[in-house]
Every structure is written in structure tokens, then in C-alpha cells.
């Protein structure tokens, strides 16, 4: 209610959108960062036409289209929010596509919560929402005061926020958000504005126009429909002929044939490496396909794709929220985001990878520096958990490649992925094992050696590791079979279902939710599972040169032919 | 290089700590944000004359305390950094736990990087600690103008950064980082300030005092050694007499016998609300203990325990990166900070738990509103992966009620624990199934209902979801053993693997990482494995009634009941 006037003058006058055709690219984007809001969010497609009496009766029903905060299974709605300070970052993201890629004339209209302004990721936003000029982007900020618990730190103290904005470059506007000349005439400045984006920073009521609860603590979240309704005058089913936009087409980039990488079997690179190269080359196929990263594309190699197609490449500096957000949002307008940063520094973003899931996003991650075998930068670079994270993401897909042209395929199969999916490299050169025409279909796994006594599954760093341990076996006459499990997720359950030997599963994470536990949860329910044994990282390491560090790990060679021989001499005396 | 000048004044005059005593509680704290600059750390240590030249020489080489990145295997470190962004956050909790916990005069001094006030969470803490008038902090910003892979969004722009920090209500002073008085005068005005925090925006050179390398782009992070110390004058070997704290001693705040909150069997109560409830009589019992909350304190009930304990309450609004790093900070000076929000919102502040772990700080974390069972919000606000989060966090407790009484043992026993603990607990309310006298040891279970055909194994809200199948099953014949695994991690791997009888495992969660590939780790390289079939969530939730929810996730009685005959026949009929 207490951005009703704002959106109801916004819908009236200065949204551009077509409501039969929600996906055209011409369409201004509307976010209501603050997903609480959703009746209003309803309301306005009620308004818009678009959305029956009798199904605005369904509000959080069971089957419901109109959930309790809205989500991409409406056609008018792009993203999911409801996690506080996601709507504003998601719609730079909206907004430099519209400038930089798309190139079209349409606006990102943000509208904000006050609360959600402690929200770091909305200062990311704002700072990149500046540096990169995004004058077709304005964000509303509905100052009503109160939070879900109380006042929110800076109550109605407009000019706090104000000049907060204006001191990181954006033009900001108070108004009175009850005042519809205001607030017309804010739009106005907003859409006039050149080179900086604008804040309206709006003082409104909570609960606006029903006495009862009208900026009143304690009411949020709470049903009041009925009494309320007749105060504000009644049912009255009004609706708005909302501007239509200019027709116009997005800018397509030029494409050429695809050159993509190759490396000799034998030599060696890192995965980190081929990311970089593999990735510029599909740029180079793909005018859809972008690049963004924060701020370490010298050390995830995201920079061989930002020499290559400096239109399509988009500096994120240290803001791994923003640098999720940014892919999401770009990824509405038809792009396909690929976002680069340490795998561990891409857990600052798990929350807007959550929730990119639920907006039913299709972004690609690309997380280097994987694990205790980067070496001397120490635990705090190392990603232990990332597997984990990304394992628990809805719908994702996880890849752990182990060589340079096994990378060149899964970045292939990337671009054409839907959902979130997610690439681990790392840092380390690695052996070159497979030859260029090789397939790496997603959901398969690789028997790299044939063996009858014991299997060895490994991913990445490990799978080295992993045939290094089957030659010794071999010369004790133990027989290992490798199997490289690039694809985490989806699992490859069907060959590890048929293994009929002891296991052992080899992975340079915690040995939670890794690798192992996946192939546990494959092996789950058979007649008869074979025994398992799960090396991972189970201490807190620290600095050292890789192999000091995979070897104190127990997740070296030595570790896991010993791993083996234990699993071989067992099953002998059963 | 860059930070070498500002951090030699503030040692050689400012910073107030005894070398000898790093714990006493009345030193000086000083973090490095930014902790690439770990040779800057460990030079100040050798200035300090507690670091030898010997071990000085061993930074970055395995079983060295030296690691790349500072973390507290050193005594005088305090909290790991190297993840950007979170020494300040961090050195607000600090800050505050001395104005308003220890009520002692120390400072607290933050060295930070300019690339990192790209990050939200450096403006998350900016906003609290003016709001909480943290005149015992300084922040002095190393502004060097080179990330790691080239300039910065604002390069030498000193008033950009003193602009923001003026809006948001800090005293920003502007210096010459390599100018000595300057930097003096500077540190003067930071100590008699008061009301507000002071910044101290410098700027610097990077690299500065060697020519092959100050101010330019591509060194960072890259050994330089000889010939860098030849051109700086030598080894001079300085030690430095660093002024020692007055002493004092941290307030005590005032305890009582405990009143442990009791619930009786077949009555109804959430376990958040159990939590409230039992955090509050635990602070009456402890006065160390502390409570923060991200702005939702009447859904987690954290707000009983700020109602009967305002002193030791804080209230860090919709800013869960603040939040966990404020408990990090506290936990530092030996307060017992338990922080709370929706577990779905503390994916928002996964990169600090991970951290915390490398820090080895101490804190409890509640996470409410878990599962498909909190009904209409919608999936934005259900935790699906919060237990696979937590899980993967090195030392980690994972704990999950499912009634009033044993929620309270479980909090009474995460204050004792080291490490980062995690409860999760359900909105709905659930019945209470447990006496008040029940124990439940971290690592244990609960056999809920004996039975011989099959065992169930759930977790909070599906543990009676487990019991009401069970029920039915009896009637079917069908004898059902019912565990109760409140310790997620540490698992009561001995119960479990003592079970011989096929298992169904049934979580509110996604099927990655949760309760049911805990068990199935539990059970790894058992000679006879038994089938466990696995019931989680596995479509992307709606809005809808919790009972609708679980049913249609398929995790409710009626699903499990189903999953156990299924076992039960394949048995059968093996």
C-alpha cells in the first residue's frame, strides 16, 4: 500500500510495456526488488488487464500462479525476489544489457524497499549502476519507515539516503510518494536524465489509506482485505491503458566460425587455461554469449575472452553479488552470462544463486582455484565446499573437467544448458589425457582405465592423482579402473550403479556433499552396494606447494592406491 | 608497500597492545582487510620483536604459520582474512562489543583496500558502525588505485570515497598515505573523535619505495624480494616499542539461575519459538552470551531474548553479511554471540561462515523458516539447502529439533560448543514428544519407536511426518523403526550402522548435501550396506498450505509410508 501511488503513476504514464508480448525486447523491465510487495505486484497485472478477479482471488493458494512473492511462472515477472537487495543489482544487470548489448531505448524501473538499503549488494549496485553510466535505470525507494520488526535505521530521514546517492554519482529525488504531481514529475527527471542513473527516494505511509493499520508497527505480513477495501473506496476495477514501447530489435554481434582450442596429449595446461581459451572462441561463434567476472580475469583467464570481444566482456570489480546479479539479469534479455571469480569467492553469492534458480535463470559460473592443490595462497583461496553449494542449487548442473579438451567440451556444453551450471578449474597445469575429438556428454562420466579390482573415481586435480595410484596398484598386480566423473551433476549413475567392485571416491573438497557423497547417493538403493571408501579434505589446511598440500590432505596418489589395496585386501578375507 | 607508511605510524604511536598477552581484553585490535598485504602483517610482528628472522623467512611454505593470507594459527591474528570485504565487518562486532559489552577504551583499526569497498558488506558495516556511533573504530583505506588485474573503479578519486563516508555519517579525513604527519595528525583526529567512526582515506603507491614496481599495473601478488630491500636502504632489523594498553577489565553482566523453559508432551510450540525462549533463559544463566538478529527477531523469536536482555541484544537489519561478521568480531573478545535469521538468508553470508571456520571462531548461527513446511511465503523464503551449506562448513555442528524440549537442549548445548554451530528450526508449530528431562548429546539420536522391518530416518518437522507412518504402517502389519537424527553433524554413525534393515530417509531439503547423504556417508564401507531410499524435495516448491507442501514434495506421512512397504516387499522378495 505504501507503494501503490508510486507504481499506480509509473503503470499510468512512464512504464512502457507490452502485456500480450511480455518477452519483447523493447519492453521496459519492471523489478519489484522488495517481493513482499506482491499483492501490489498482482494488482498492477489486475490493473494492466491481464489478470482475472477470480484469479487474484488465488493468492497464496496451492497451485497458484500468484505465490507469496512473485516468480517467473508469471509471464510478466522476470525474476523472483524476496530475498531482500536482489531486485536492484538484478536490474543493472537489465540495464547495462539494455545499453551495452541490447542496445534499446527501454528503461529498468526498480522498485525498492527501504530495509532492504542495509542490504550491502543494493551499494553494489548502486556504485556499478554509476561507474557504468546506466541512465536508463531508476530506482524507487519506498522510505515507509518500518521494517518486518520496527523502524528501520533511518526512518523517514530521506536526505540520509539521498545523499548517500548523490554521493555515488546518481541523481537523487525526494519526493512526498503520496504526491502523484511528484512523483509525474520525478519520472519525468528520471527519464531525462543523461549519463547517471536516478533515485526517487519517496516518503510513504505503511498501509496507506487504511486507517487502521496506516503507518502503524506491527501490521507487516499480515491479511487485511476486506475492511480495508472499503475504505479505500471500494472494488473498483479500474483499468490502465499502459504505454505500449517503440518497436525495435536488440543489436546482434558479429559471429564467425568457431576456432576452438585443442591441446596435444601430453602437454600440459591448466582447466583454468582452457576455460579462458574455450570461452573466447565461443564468443567468437556466439554473439549471444558474454563474459563478466570480478575483478581476477587475469587469474580465471576470463580475460582471453574480454581481449577478444571487449563489447561483450563486463568488469564487475569485487562484487561477486553484483557479478551473479549482473549474469541474471542480462540473461532475461536472451543473453548467456558467463561469470567467472574464485570458486570460493562465488559462495558470497549463494544467496542470489538460490535465488536465480527460483527465477528459473540461466546463468553459467565458472569458479577457479578450486581446493587445497592451489597451494600457498592458503584456506582462504582454497574452494572446499563449492561442490557442495552448487550441488544443492535446484535444477543445476556441476562440472569438474580434469584437462584442457575435456574443458573446450564442457564450456561447449555450457552455452546450451539450461538452469544454473557451474565449472570448477584449477589452478595447477594438468596433464593433457584426452585428445581433441573426445565427447563429454553431460550426465556421463569417463572410464579412463580398465580394471576389475577396485574402482577409482575421481574429478579435476584428483583423476591425476587417481591413474598415478592405479600404476602402482599395477605393479602389485592390482587391477583399478579410473572413472573421471567430470559431470557431478547430473551423476552417471547408471555406470556406477553397474561397478560390482569396491570403490574408492577421491576429492580435493570437505567430505561433505562432495564428489563422494554424489556417488554414495547414485549407489543408493541397489541390492547390493558395493563398499566405499571417500577420501576428501577432513583437515583445515594451509599454505604449501599443491603436492605437500594433496598429500597431507590423503588425497594424493599414495593415499589413494593405500585406499585401494585396504578395499582389495578386505574383500579378499570376506 | 603500499600500506607500509600508515601501518609504521600506527604501530610506532597508536596502536596500544601487548605482544606478550594478545588475548588481554584491553589491547588495541588491528585488522587487515585486505590480507594479500600478509607480508605487511607479518613485518609489523617482526617490527613488534616477536617474529624471528628465521621463521619470517618461512612465509608460504608448508607447516609455516606465515600463510599467504593471515589467519590466527598466530597469536596476535585474531580472524583469517583474504576473502575482500570482511575485516571491517568484522571489526564492527569487535567495536561493539567494546562500547556497549567489554565497555573498555580499546580501538579497533581496520586496514582495508580500495578494491575492496566495491564490496557490499564494507558498506553493510559502514552503515552500522555510524549508526551505533563507533567512535572506537578507525578504517584507514589504503587507496593505491591497483586491483589485480588494473585500476579500480575510482583510481586516486580520494573524495569519492570521503563523500560516501561523509553521507553515511563517518568523519573521513583525506591524507598522503606516505606522508608521515599527515598520517600522524591523521591517527590524532581518529582518537579524539567522538560520536562517530573515522576513515581514513589514503593515498598510496603500490609497490611504493621500489622503482621497478611502484604504481604500476601487473605485480600484484608476485615475489619480489632482493632486490626490492637493496633499493628500501637493507635489513634494518628496527624493532619497535609498541605502546601497551592501559589495563581493564571487560563488564560482567549480572547472572541468575537458570529457568529453562518447559513444554509438556502432546502440547503444540515451533521449535523457533523454543529457541527464543531458551536463548533467553540461557542469557539470564550466562552472562556472555549475546544475540543478534537480521531485522525478523519476531519470527525467530529472537526478540524474547532482547526483551529480557536489551544490553546484549543487536539488532544488525536485513544485513546478514553484518550479522555473522559481527558475531565473528564478538566471539574474539569471548562473547558467546548467537545470531539468528531465516536459514534460507543465511545463504547470504555463506563466504563468512566459510571463513569463520578458517578463523576457528566460535559462533552459533539459527537459521529459521526451514523447508517447504513454512507454507504460503513461497520458495524465496524456504531454506532447501541450508543443512548441505552448513555441512560443508569445516568443524561444523548441524543440529535440527523437532519439539519444544529438545530445542532447548540443544541450544543450552551449542553454547559449549566450539566451532560454528547451526540450528535450524521449523515455523509451524509441531508437537512436543519429548519430557523436559530427556538428554540429547551433539553426535547422538534418538530412537523414537522401535521396529525390525524397516527404520525411518528424519529430522524436525519430518520426524513427524516419520511417526504418523509409521502408525500406519503398524496397522498394516508393518513393524517401523523411527530415529530421530537431531544431530545432523556430528552423525550417530554407530546407530546407524547398527540397523540392518532397510532405511528410508526423509528431509525438508533438496537431496544434495542434506540428512539423507549424511546417512548414506554414515553408512559408507559397511561389509552389507543396507537399501536406503531417499525422500527429499525434489521439484521447485510453490506457495501453498504446509501440509499441501509436504505432501506434494512427497515427504510426508503418507509418501514415506509408501517408501517403507516398497522396502519392505523388495525384501521380501530378495
Known amino acids: 500500500m505504501s507503494a501503490a501511488d508510486l507504481a499506480a503513476v509509473l503503470l499510468a504514464g512512464h512504464f512502457r510495456y507490452d502485456y500480450d508480448d511480455p518477452k519483447s525486447p523493447a519492453n521496459d523491465r ?25 484469479e487474484f482471488g488465488t493468492y497464496r493458494l496451492f497451485g497458484s500462479r500468484l505465490e507469496g512473492h512473485p516468480t517467473p511462472v508469471l509471464p510478466w515477472v522476470d525474476v523472483a525476489t524476496g530475498s531482500l537487495g536482489q531486485g536492484l543489482p538484478i536490474g543493472v544487470g537489465m540495464a547495462l544489457a539494455g545499453k551495452q548489448l541490447d542496445r534499446l531505448p527501454f528503461r529498468v524501473w526498480v522498485i525498492c524497499g ?60 525526494e519526493v512526498d510518494g503520496h504526491d502523484v504531481e511528484q512523483i509525474e514529475a520525478a519520472y519525468e527527471e528520471a527519464e531525462s536524465t543523461t549519463g ?55 543489436h546482434e554481434f558479429e559471429t564467425a566460425d568457431a576456432d576452438w582450442p585443442t591441446y596435444e596429449i601430453g602437454s600440459k595446461i591448466a582447466t583454468r587455461r582452457a576455460y579462458g581459451d574455450a570461452l573466447a ?36 570489480f569485487i562484487a561477486e553479488q553484483q557479478l551473479v546479479a549482473a549474469a541474471v539479469g542480462m540473461q532475461v534479455l536472451g543473453w548467456k552470462p558467463f561469470a567467472s571469480t574464485f570458486a570460493a569467492f562465488l559462495s558470497r553469492a549463494y544467496d542470489f544463486v538460490r535465488m536465480a534458480a527460483i527465477s528459473r535463470a540461466t546463468i553459467k559460473l565458472c569458479g577457479s ?43 561447449r556444453a555450457m552455452a546450451d544448458l539450461d538452469g544454473i551450471s557451474f565449472l570448477r578449474t584449477t589452478r595447477a597445469d594438468t596433464p593433457v589425457i584426452y585428445g581433441s575429438d573426445e565427447e563429454f556428454p553431460i550426465g556421463g562420466s569417463k572410464t579412463v ?31 583399478a579402473r579410473v572413472i573421471d566423473l567430470y559431470s557431478v551433476k547430473p551423476i552417471d549413475a547408471e555406470t556406477l550403479r553397474g561397478l560390482q567392485m569396491p570403490i574408492v571416491t ?69
Open 114 to 173: 527501504d530495509s532492504e538499503m542495509a542490504e550491502g549488494s543494493m551499494w553494489e549496485a548502486i556504485e556499478h549502476a554509476s561507474f557504468y553510466e546506466l541512465d536508463n535505470l531508476t530506482a524507487i525507494i519506498d522510505v515507509n519507515r518500518l521494517g518486518q520488526r520496527g523502524e528501520t535505521m533511518h526512518g523517514w530521514n530521506l536526505s540520509y539516503f539521498a545523499r548517500r546517492l548523490d554521493a555515488c554519482g546518481w541523481n537523487a529525488i
Open 506 to 574: 577421491v576429492e580435493d573438497h570437505w567430505p561433505e556433499g562432495g564428489l563422494g557423497e554424489a556417488v554414495l547417493a547414485a549407489l543408493a538403493g541397489l541390492e547390493e552396494t558395493p563398499r566405499v571408501t571417500k577420501l576428501a579434505v577432513r583437515d583445515l589446511p594451509h599454505s604449501g606447494k599443491p603436492d605437500q598440500l594433496l598429500n597431507a590432505a590423503g588425497i594424493d596418489a599414495e593415499h589413494i592406491a593405500e585406499a585401494a589395496r585396504q578395499l582389495v585386501r578386505e574383500r579378499a578375507t570376506a
Open 30 to 54: 519492471l523489478i519489484f526488488s522488495k517481493g513482499h510487495a506482491s499483492p501490489l505486484v498482482y494488482g498492477l497485472f489486475r490493473a494492466a488487464g491481464v489478470l482475472s478477479e477470480e
Open 369 to 411: 582455484h578450486a581446493g587445497v592443490s592451489i597451494g600457498e595462497d592458503g584456506p582462504s583461496q582454497m574452494a572446499l565446499e563449492d561442490i557442495a553449494e552448487f550441488r544443492a542449487i535446484h535444477g543445476s548442473t556441476v562440472l569438474y573437467p580434469s584437462d584442457g579438451n575435456q574443458t573446450v567440451k564442457l564450456v
Open 196 to 250: 547517471k542513473p536516478t533515485a526517487i527516494v519517496a516518503k510513504t505511509l505503511k498501509g496507506k489509506g487504511y486507517s487502521k493499520v496506516e503507518n502503524q508497527d506491527g501490521w507487516h505480513g499480515k491479511a487485511i482485505a476486506e475492511e480495508a477495501i472499503e475504505e479505500l473506496g471500494g472494488v473498483r476495477n479500474i483499468v490502465v491503458d499502459v504505454p505500449k514501447p517503440q518497436a525495435g530489435k536488440p
Open 449 to 479: 582405465r580398465e580394471g576389475d579390482d577396485v574402482a577409482i573415481v575421481g574429478a579435476g586435480i584428483t583423476l591425476h592423482e587417481a591413474l598415478e595410484a592405479a600404476e602402482t596398484l599395477e605393479a602389485e598386480g592390482i587391477s
Open 281 to 316: 572462441a565461443l564468443g567468437a561463434a556466439d554473439g549471444k554469449v558474454v563474459a563478466l567476472d570480478g575483478e581476477v580475469s587475469n587469474s580465471t583467464y576470463a580475460e582471453i575472452f574480454g581481449k577478444e570481444h571487449p563489447e561483450r566482456f563486463f568488469e564487475m
